[in-house]
């Protein structure tokens, strides 16, 4: 055949082709990854699974803090394909004008995002990005909806968890979930837009220990957006680990009966157990129900008007209100005295009402007595002394030093700073030092007489309900404290190590046992200014205040305070209790409250019924 | 004729052996693309992989038949057949459209595709016609004849429209070249019209080698407008932008280098000179016509412009126009070394539905998808293996008739292969064609049963016939 060698053309051709195609599929199968990641954005998608947040328990094993299933109904706006928007705003129960709102509401909602380096403001609105449509919707809910979703592509429905108080006690302690912001989504990876985030409270304190692990879900999804099925039969996927429960040392029973006695009153009551620092008790008053900020929707609904609520509810008053402590400051005061060396515990002075007024009584002639009768006059020397101890010629140079050294002792009693409790929101209080009067009154411009008030716990001396108990934890412990802490375990491990560590005072064991003394005769004995806060067959040790304050200048009613720890000789607890404007010296109204719940406590339940309906009874918001 | 010889003999199974492991490797490819979890049979002829299992077994049993009647009637009766598969191409043209084309034949899902079954008619009268004995390749009757049997269905599938099937009716034009047809007669008819003294050309080169030499024209056109839109950075030289023609040019240089060197060896000592010229002629050429393209593709209107990209796929639009080469693409790559694994296709399973027509014409993404490299490489070897072993069988035929039919079915297979692997991997335009053996469809696994069957029938009585 003359065109015989024509078959090499063909043969040629076939080869070369086939050469071709194999180099070009080993390339894109094997040395190219970019279509591997395209197949990834085709047909997989990344779903993380938000574990529930980890539940609460109070000191006897009682669920306090648990969660409840929700549904939200998602959207992808880059699925949605010729969304009917008159049938999907039926199947919701809204009207057409109502969805394109919430459509705007998403977008403007996520905000905008300036880059610094070429000034460009961008939306942080992302089409492809899953953002909640409906949220926090029942089983019912959803469960009317959800089966007509596969009419409209581009929306789904996802499980979230929701927080459940079954007590409705303790709000200001255990705090609220809010949604994240763009900053906090930015700051940390584990947000994504609708993820929820401990706002105040021990769950803003313990947040990462709260959240837990995420687990990741790879699936395959079909072009309409459909979930076909796991990817590879879910090799990479991971479990979602709900992070191990929390127990307080809480006393959740404790805590509603403190809530329950504040009722009609502003003011608190902190409980701690000295022997461990842990806080059984911590009431602010009034308080809210933290049921009523669960889910966005109900902190819509309920937030405004506890922020306007001229009562504060959702201010924590013993972690943040700064209250003048009164005469309960005299305990500390006849502590540093003794242990300067400028009284002993025999020291007298006589009641002279020409220096400071006080209240009927005989001269105190010991430090006992002086603690037991309250007697302004006697520290109003006692720290005078302390003040001026003679160590310079000048008084104001003298005055200065004596004031350093007796805020130091104050700060040793975890005063005029922030104790580091597991909590947001804590103040320091003021325990004022020459500095602070520098700025008031000018270098060397003041000396004792300038600054009396703080000798009996008026002026400038402010501290909180917590460092009042945790004065109180103080005497019962005779010289030391553990922080005063909410979290006793989490999951296996115990407190954090700062809760595990005893903090000394600058005071010696031995100059607790007279003031203590005087603590147990103000409540036993006759000359006593808290009989009421008797307990029958309990040596109940207390210190009552009564705190004058003035809104302006106006006057108001005295505050009523009272510190106390019990019993006497194995404490058990110890007590703060601020009843704002009550009226009345510490021993009328905060006296029997703290006696209640430390019968309550101790006892387990509380005998003096007339005392409970005293304090039930008594209304000083009206 | 000696009819006493059993059916079997003389069949070459080497093909046999390959036709039936594509089959079975199309169905089990379709059984995982196509699965339904609610009908999990194979044999579940609701499902596309139970009637594709019917359509295995129709072909097979047309094979038989096909055996059974002696090969001598194609030649006997071409014309009747050619006549018969133009009469269906016309019918059809009055059917009810489907997708917009008037191409089936018949009630609901048991149509057939006359331009399927035209491909066989085409190549039997090509082949009775191209070995007629003393049939004189320079004559202007025998280009012209020959031209218009494959014309007359091109059009009528022109028609329809189906732009595949006419496509790949540009592959008879291969078997001309092969049998020697000459355009010259064509030619010569149009460069003897310039009055120039003493100019007279009695043949032309581009004449005898029109076919090839068209289709490199139309590939380096193509190729230029495809590879010479981008322009491209080295990092051998940082900054230096390259205009996207340099890289064609590149490619045209080491391709005439490698033709020369490949010459050199085959070329006697007399013909070394001529290689270096050839070469060289061959890269002038090529270099002056991509040069060309581009130059007009870049002076084009803007929207004369945006057209040629679409139709070339250059435009990146991977949610739009290029919406299924783009996902066909990212199956094939994202199969790896060694595929995803046996139903473990996420991208194209006909569940997910990423890629359009992934059990037809898209069938090489789910079977790249799933054995990845090692089963792509596999299955383009089967392929070539089947279209070599053709021209083999082809070339060892002593009529002329079975030799032109076995190249026309070589090509054939050759084009479909090509067209549909290719535009798996941004070689080939979108263009509908199935996978030959492979992909799902009654009409494409009949006529191509068929078809190779008549070529293993005439292969097997190629010592009966005495021409």
């Given at each position: 055949?003359?065109?015989?060698?024509?078959?090499?053309?063909?043969?040629?051709?076939?080869?070369?082709?086939?050469i071709?195609?194999?180099?070009?599929?080993?390339y894109?199968?094997v040395?190219?990854?970019?279509?591997?990641?395209?197949?990834?954005?085709?047909?997989?998608?990344?779903?993380?699974?938000?574990p529930?947040?980890?539940?609460?328990?109070?000191r006897?094993?009682?669920?306090?803090?648990?969660?409840?299933?929700?549904?939200?109904l998602?959207?992808?706006e880059?699925?949605?394909?010729?969304?009917?928007?008159?049938?999907?705003?039926?199947?919701?129960?809204w009207?057409?004008?109502?969805v394109?709102?919430?459509?705007?509401?998403?977008?403007v909602?996520?905000?905008k995002?300036?880059?610094?380096?070429?000034g460009?403001?961008?939306s942080?609105?992302?089409s492809?990005?899953?953002?909640p449509?409906l949220?926090?919707?029942?089983?019912?809910?959803i469960s009317?909806i959800a089966?007509?979703?596969e009419?409209f592509?581009?929306?789904?429905?996802e499980?979230?968890?929701?927080?459940n108080y079954?007590?409705?006690?303790?709000?200001?302690?255990?705090?609220?979930?809010s949604?994240v912001?763009q900053e906090?989504?930015?700051?940390d990876n584990?947000?994504?837009?609708?993820?929820?985030i401990g706002?105040?409270?021990?769950?803003?304190?313990y947040?990462?220990?709260?959240?837990?692990?995420?687990?990741?879900?790879?699936?395959?999804?079909?072009?309409?957006?459909?979930?076909?099925?796991s990817?590879?039969?879910?090799?990479?996927?991971t479990?979602?680990?709900?992070?191990?429960p929390?127990h307080?040392?809480l006393?959740?029973?404790l805590?509603?009966?403190?809530?329950k006695?504040?009722?009609?009153?502003?003011?608190?009551?902190?409980a701690?157990?000295?022997?461990t620092?842990e806080i059984?008790?911590?009431?602010?008053?009034?308080?809210?129900?933290p049921?009523?900020?669960?889910g966005?929707?109900?902190?819509?609904?309920n937030?405004?008007?506890?922020?306007?609520?001229?009562a504060k509810p959702?201010?924590?008053r013993?972690?943040a209100?700064?209250?003048?402590?009164?005469?309960?400051?005299?305990?500390?005061q006849?502590?540093?005295?003794?242990q300067?060396g400028?009284?002993t515990?025999?020291?007298?002075?006589?009641c002279?009402?020409s220096?400071?007024?006080?209240?009927?009584?005989?001269?105190?002639?010991s430090?006992?007595?002086?603690v037991?009768?309250?007697?302004?006059?006697?520290f109003y020397?006692?720290?005078r002394k302390?003040?001026?101890?003679?160590?310079?010629?000048?008084?104001?140079?003298?005055?200065?030093?004596g004031l350093?050294?007796?805020?130091?002792?104050?700060?040793?009693?975890?005063?005029?700073?922030?104790?580091?409790?597991?909590?947001?929101?804590?103040?320091?209080?003021?325990?004022?030092?020459?500095?602070?009067?520098?700025?008031?009154?000018?270098?060397?411009q003041?000396?004792?007489?300038?600054?009396?008030?703080?000798?009996?716990?008026?002026?400038?001396?402010?501290?909180?309900?917590?460092q009042l108990?945790?004065v109180a934890?103080?005497?019962a412990?005779r010289g030391?404290y553990y922080t005063?802490?909410?979290?006793?375990?989490?999951g296996?491990n115990?407190?954090?190590?700062?809760f595990?560590?005893?903090n000394?005072?600058?005071?010696?064991?031995?100059?607790f046992d007279?003031?203590?003394?005087?603590?147990?005769?103000?409540?036993?004995?006759?000359?006593?200014?808290?009989?009421r806060?008797?307990?029958?067959?309990?040596?109940?040790?207390?210190?009552t205040?009564?705190?004058?304050?003035y809104?302006?200048?106006?006057?108001?009613?005295?505050?009523?305070?009272f510190?106390?720890?019990a019993p006497?000789?194995n404490?058990?607890i110890?007590?703060?209790?601020f009843?704002e404007?009550?009226?009345?010296?510490?021993?009328t109204w905060?006296?029997p409250?703290?006696?209640?719940?430390?019968?309550?406590y101790?006892?387990g339940?509380?005998?003096?019924?007339?005392?409970?309906?005293?304090?039930?009874d008594?209304?000083f918001?009206n | 004729?000696?009819q006493?010889?059993?059916l079997?003999?003389?069949?070459?199974?080497?093909?046999?052996?390959?036709y039936?492991?594509?089959m079975?490797?199309?169905?089990?490819?379709i059984?995982?693309?196509a699965?339904?979890?609610?009908?999990?049979?194979?044999?579940?002829?609701?499902?596309?992989?139970?009637?594709?299992?019917?359509?295995?077994?129709?072909?097979?049993f047309?094979g038989?038949c096909?055996?059974?009647i002696?090969?001598?009637?194609?030649r006997?009766?071409a014309?009747?057949?050619?006549?018969?598969?133009?009469?269906?191409?016309?019918?059809v043209?009055f059917?009810?459209?489907?997708?917009?084309?008037?191409?089936w034949?018949?009630v609901?899902t048991?149509?057939?595709q006359?331009?399927?079954?035209?491909?066989?008619?085409t190549?039997?009268l090509l082949?009775?016609?191209?070995?007629?004995i003393?049939i004189?390749?320079?004559?202007k009757s025998t280009?012209?004849i020959?031209?218009?049997?494959i014309?007359?269905?091109?059009v009528?599938?022109?028609l329809q429209?189906?732009?595949?099937?006419?496509?790949?009716?540009?592959?008879?034009?291969?078997?001309l070249y092969r049998?020697?047809v000459?355009?010259d007669?064509?030619?010569?008819?149009?460069?003897?019209?310039?009055?120039?003294?003493g100019?007279?050309?009695?043949?032309?080169?581009?004449?005898t080698h029109?076919?090839?030499?068209?289709?490199?024209t139309?590939?380096?056109?193509?190729?230029t407008?495809?590879?010479?839109?981008n322009?491209?950075?080295?990092?051998l030289f940082?900054?230096?932008?390259f205009?996207g023609?340099?890289k064609?040019?590149?490619?045209i240089?080491?391709f005439?280098?490698?033709?020369?060197?490949?010459?050199?060896?085959?070329?006697?000592k007399?013909?070394?000179?001529?290689a270096?010229l050839?070469?060289f002629?061959?890269?002038?050429?090529?270099?002056?016509?991509?040069?060309a393209?581009?130059?007009?593709?870049?002076?084009?209107?803007g929207?004369?412009?945006?057209?040629?990209?679409?139709?070339?796929?250059?435009?990146q639009?991977?949610?739009g126009?290029?919406?299924?080469?783009n996902?066909a693409m990212?199956?094939?790559g994202?199969?790896?070394?060694?595929?995803?694994?046996?139903?473990?296709?996420s991208?194209?399973?006909?569940?997910?539905?990423?890629?359009?027509?992934?059990?037809?014409?898209?069938?090489?993404?789910?079977?790249?998808?799933e054995w990845?490299?090692?089963?792509s490489?596999?299955?383009?070897?089967?392929?070539?293996?089947?279209?070599?072993?053709?021209i083999?069988i082809?070339?060892r035929?002593?009529?002329?008739?079975?030799?032109?039919y076995a190249?026309?079915?070589?090509?054939i297979?050759f084009?479909?292969?090509?067209?549909?692997?290719?535009?798996n991997?941004?070689?080939?335009?979108?263009?509908g064609?199935?996978?030959?053996?492979?992909?799902?469809?009654g009409s494409?696994?009949?006529s191509?049963?068929?078809?190779?069957?008549?070529l293993?029938?005439?292969?097997?009585q190629?010592?009966?016939?005495?021409?």
């Amino acid at each position: 055949m003359k065109f015989e060698g024509r078959k090499y053309v063909f043969i040629v051709i076939f080869i070369l082709i086939g050469i071709i195609y194999t180099f070009k599929l080993f390339y894109m199968q094997v040395v190219d990854d970019s279509w591997k990641l395209r197949a990834q954005q085709i047909a997989e998608q990344r779903r993380e699974i938000t574990p529930p947040r980890a539940v609460v328990f109070d000191r006897n094993g009682k669920k306090i803090v648990s969660n409840k299933t929700y549904y939200n109904l998602m959207m992808v706006e880059a699925n949605i394909v010729d969304l009917d928007t008159a049938a999907f705003a039926k199947l919701i129960g809204w009207t057409v004008e109502d969805v394109r709102n919430r459509f705007k509401e998403i977008i403007v909602g996520e905000g905008k995002y300036k880059n610094p380096h070429t000034g460009k403001t961008t939306s942080n609105y992302q089409s492809i990005r899953a953002y909640p449509f409906l949220k926090e919707l029942t089983a019912d809910e959803i469960s009317e909806i959800a089966p007509h979703l596969e009419d409209f592509l581009g929306f789904y429905e996802e499980v979230s968890d929701m927080r459940n108080y079954p007590y409705s006690n303790g709000a200001n302690i255990l705090g609220y979930l809010s949604e994240v912001t763009q900053e906090e989504i930015n700051k940390d990876n584990f947000y994504t837009p609708g993820s929820r985030i401990g706002r105040s409270g021990i769950e803003r304190f313990y947040e990462k220990e709260f959240r837990g692990i995420k687990g990741v879900k790879y699936i395959v999804k079909s072009a309409m957006n459909n979930v076909v099925g796991s990817f590879e039969n879910g090799k990479y996927d991971t479990t979602a680990v709900q992070a191990p429960p929390i127990h307080l040392g809480l006393d959740v029973d404790l805590q509603a009966y403190g809530e329950k006695l504040l009722q009609n009153k502003k003011g608190c009551i902190v409980a701690i157990d000295p022997s461990t620092g842990e806080i059984l008790a911590l009431v602010s008053s009034p308080n809210y129900d933290p049921n009523l900020l669960v889910g966005n929707r109900k902190i819509r609904e309920n937030y405004p008007a506890l922020l306007k609520d001229p009562a504060k509810p959702l201010f924590p008053r013993p972690l943040a209100s700064e209250y003048m402590p009164g005469s309960t400051f005299k305990l500390i005061q006849s502590l540093i005295g003794m242990q300067e060396g400028v009284i002993t515990e025999n020291s007298g002075f006589p009641c002279n009402k020409s220096v400071v007024g006080c209240h009927s009584h005989p001269s105190a002639q010991s430090v006992t007595q002086a603690v037991q009768m309250s007697c302004n006059p006697y520290f109003y020397a006692v720290t005078r002394k302390i003040i001026q101890q003679g160590k310079s010629k000048s008084d104001v140079k003298d005055a200065a030093i004596g004031l350093q050294k007796w805020s130091e002792y104050m700060h040793s009693f975890g005063l005029g700073k922030r104790l580091e409790t597991d909590i947001t929101g804590l103040r320091p209080g003021v325990i004022p030092d020459p500095e602070y009067y520098d700025k008031w009154y000018g270098h060397h411009q003041w000396k004792f007489s300038t600054i009396r008030s703080i000798s009996i716990g008026q002026g400038e001396v402010q501290l909180t309900p917590l460092q009042l108990a945790n004065v109180a934890v103080i005497m019962a412990n005779r010289g030391w404290y553990y922080t005063p802490h909410f979290v006793k375990s989490i999951g296996n491990n115990g407190p954090l190590a700062q809760f595990r560590k005893k903090n000394y005072t600058m005071v010696e064991r031995k100059y607790f046992d007279p003031v203590i003394e005087g603590m147990r005769r103000v409540v036993h004995e006759g000359g006593g200014t808290a009989r009421r806060a008797r307990i029958d067959g309990m040596i109940v040790c207390g210190k009552t205040g009564t705190v004058e304050n003035y809104i302006g200048s106006v006057k108001q009613k005295n505050h009523s305070v009272f510190i106390a720890f019990a019993p006497m000789n194995n404490p058990k607890i110890a007590i703060s209790v601020f009843i704002e404007n009550a009226g009345g010296g510490g021993g009328t109204w905060a006296a029997p409250t703290a006696s209640l719940m430390i019968e309550k406590y101790v006892n387990g339940e509380v005998k003096d019924l007339a005392k409970e309906k005293y304090i039930l009874d008594a209304n000083f918001i009206n | 004729m000696r009819q006493n010889q059993s059916l079997t003999a003389n069949v070459d199974w080497p093909l046999f052996v390959v036709y039936i492991l594509l089959m079975l490797m199309g169905l089990a490819t379709i059984y995982s693309a196509a699965f339904d979890s609610d009908h999990p049979s194979l044999f579940d002829f609701s499902q596309k992989y139970g009637k594709q299992v019917i359509w295995l077994c129709v072909s097979l049993f047309l094979g038989l038949c096909v055996f059974l009647i002696d090969s001598d009637i194609y030649r006997k009766f071409a014309l009747p057949i050619y006549l018969f598969v133009i009469l269906l191409l016309v019918i059809v043209l009055f059917m009810p459209p489907i997708n917009g084309a008037r191409a089936w034949l018949g009630v609901g899902t048991m149509g057939i595709q006359p331009a399927e079954f035209a491909k066989i008619g085409t190549a039997i009268l090509l082949a009775r016609f191209l070995g007629t004995i003393n049939i004189n390749q320079q004559n202007k009757s025998t280009v012209l004849i020959a031209n218009a049997i494959i014309l007359v269905p091109m059009v009528l599938i022109l028609l329809q429209p189906d732009a595949g099937s006419f496509v790949v009716f540009t592959a008879f034009l291969f078997v001309l070249y092969r049998e020697g047809v000459s355009y010259d007669p064509l030619i010569l008819g149009i460069l003897n019209l310039i009055p120039i003294k003493g100019l007279h050309f009695k043949q032309t080169w581009i004449g005898t080698h029109f076919i090839p030499i068209l289709f490199v024209t139309i590939f380096l056109s193509v190729a230029t407008l495809l590879i010479s839109n981008n322009s491209f950075e080295l990092s051998l030289f940082p900054g230096i932008e390259f205009p996207g023609y340099a890289k064609m040019l590149f490619f045209i240089f080491v391709f005439c280098l490698i033709g020369y060197l490949i010459m050199r060896f085959a070329f006697s000592k007399r013909d070394k000179k001529r290689a270096a010229l050839i070469a060289f002629l061959a890269f002038i050429l090529a270099g002056g016509l991509t040069y060309a393209v581009n130059y007009s593709f870049q002076k084009l209107a803007g929207h004369q412009k945006e057209r040629i990209e679409l139709v070339l796929g250059l435009r990146q639009d991977p949610d739009g126009d290029d919406y299924n080469r783009n996902r066909a693409m990212a199956a094939v790559g994202s199969g790896g070394l060694l595929g995803k694994g046996y139903q473990n296709a996420s991208v194209s399973s006909v569940e997910s539905n990423h890629v359009p027509e992934s059990e037809t014409d898209f069938i090489f993404c789910p079977f790249a998808e799933e054995w990845g490299f090692v089963g792509s490489l596999f299955l383009v070897l089967l392929y070539l293996f089947m279209i070599l072993r053709v021209i083999i069988i082809a070339e060892r035929q002593k009529a002329a008739f079975n030799r032109i039919y076995a190249y026309a079915v070589a090509m054939i297979l050759f084009y479909h292969f090509g067209i549909n692997i290719g535009m798996n991997i941004e070689f080939m335009p979108v263009i509908g064609i199935p996978l030959p053996f492979f992909s799902y469809g009654g009409s494409s696994m009949m006529s191509f049963s068929m078809m190779l069957f008549i070529l293993l029938k005439l292969d097997s009585q190629r010592k009966d016939v005495l021409n």
